[in-house]
Nanobody, 121 residues
Framework: QVQLVESGGGLVQPGGSLRLSCAASGSSFSINGMGWYRRAPGKQRELVATITRGDSTNYADSMKGRFTISRDNARNTVYLQMNSLKPEDTAVYYC???????????????WGQGTQVTVSS
């Protein structure tokens, strides 16, 4: 099994920045694609950004130019640098990863528990 643990959320003023981290841990696995999603109050969960093991990235249109996703394969960690934050970015941010479970012989998708980001003055 694989566990994803997010960190870095908090309260920030409009225009500020935050960096989220998500570390995968477990045994006998390798991480393929990773990504960030978010769920704002009263809304459905939406894509923020994804990144492949080869560092190809994809962003939701509203995040392009403000958010940057990156990863450290040696640490099984994905990051989300968020700049120029707006009140509408307030949400719970979730980490997601596809993990190849070598002992099981298949890929399984995992979610983190989420980290709260609040943008407010």
């Amino acid at each position: 099994q694989v566990q994803l643990v997010e960190s870095g959320g908090g309260l920030v003023q409009p225009g500020g920045s935050l960096r989220l981290s998500c570390a995968a841990s477990g045994s006998s696995f390798s991480i393929n694609g990773m990504g960030w999603y978010r769920r704002a109050p009263g809304k459905q969960r939406e894509l923020v950004a994804t990144i492949t093991r080869g560092d190809s990235t994809n962003y939701a249109d509203s995040m392009k130019g403000r958010f940057t996703i990156s990863r450290d394969n040696a640490r099984n960690t994905v990051y989300l640098q968020m700049n120029s934050l707006k009140p509408e970015d307030t949400a719970v941010y979730y980490c997601n990863a596809d993990a190849w479970l070598s002992s099981m012989g298949y890929v399984r998708n995992y979610w983190g528990q989420g980290t709260q980001v609040t943008v407010s003055s």
